[in-house]
């Protein structure tokens, strides 16, 4: 069994697009039966730094400069409840070394930055909308998703957009900035989370508290001679 799952992989008929298309049709019809699904998407670091006969790969960022490896970005669709009904999409791409990430990130065009990423998995999550049109689907990310041409891309109605804030930035309104506007937000929930010991930092028990409202965002500076929209959230 082993050696065919080793041949399988090595037969260059085998494409990893077609077995991903195949498993995007499982999971959608698994969702058709689900009235609310979550959208997960997130990076993780493939370290193949103990395989240096491996061609294809490149620097990953880790304790050491010295890693290489491969990114794979995955949307993995989840109900309310936490039960996996399978991917909606993953991308798995090498880093070039000659471009270290940071490198002109505000002048390299989108499709050239590593956060294309995540405007390709919302294509992905309204494509699975369309197949499923009677499942609401919320695309979830983390502070590292907010991106402004994220927010910029037009969804359908029953595809919601919910990411974490990861910087103060300009809105419209008196209070100018998006950390003051959501200080004026009442407190909608307080969760209470068991913290792991990590690190020099003891186990512990937190309580992040919740808010939300409408704001609507200005484009960044830098992006000035893009002439971008304002946008609502």
């Given amino acids: 069994m082993l050696k065919a799952a080793y041949r399988f992989f090595d037969n260059d008929d085998i494409r990893a697009e077609a077995m991903l298309a195949c498993h995007v049709a499982s999971t959608q019809r698994r969702m058709q039966a689900v009235s609310v699904v979550l959208a997960m998407q997130d990076t ?20 050491s400069s010295r890693h290489q ?15 996996p009904l399978g991917l909606l999409q993953q991308q798995v ?5 000659a471009q270290p990430r940071q ?3 505000k002048t390299r065009p989108l499709a050239e930055k590593e956060s294309q990423q995540w405007r390709t998995s919302l294509e992905a999550v309204i494509a ?6 009677d499942t609401h689907v919320v695309s979830v990310a983390d502070r590292e998703a907010a991106v402004y041409d994220l927010f910029l891309v037009e969804r359908p109605v029953g595809v919601d957009l919910l990411v974490r804030a990861a910087q103060d930035r300009k809105t ?10 959501m200080a004026t937000a009442p407190v909608a929930a307080t969760v209470t989370i ?3 010991t990590r690190g020099n930092q003891p186990a512990r028990e937190a309580e992040p508290t919740v808010r939300w409202r409408e704001v609507t965002l200005r484009p960044p500076n830098s992006r000035a001679k893009d002439h971008l929209p304002n946008v609502t959230v």
């Fill in 69 to 83: 490896g491969l990114l794979a970005h995955t949307t993995l669709a989840i109900t309310p409840d936490r039960v």
């Fill in 128 to 133: 699975a909308r369309a197949a499923c049109p």
């Fill in 172 to 181: 419209e309104g008196p209070e100018g900035y998006l950390w003051a506007a």
């Fill in 44 to 63: 993780s670091v493939l370290d193949w730094t103990t395989h240096p006969a491996t061609t294809g790969l490149g620097p990953v960022a880790t304790s």
């Fill in 93 to 97: 791409w090498a880093c070039d070394p």
């Fill in 194 to 196: 068991q913290l792991k």
């Fill in 103 to 105: 490198q002109d990130h």
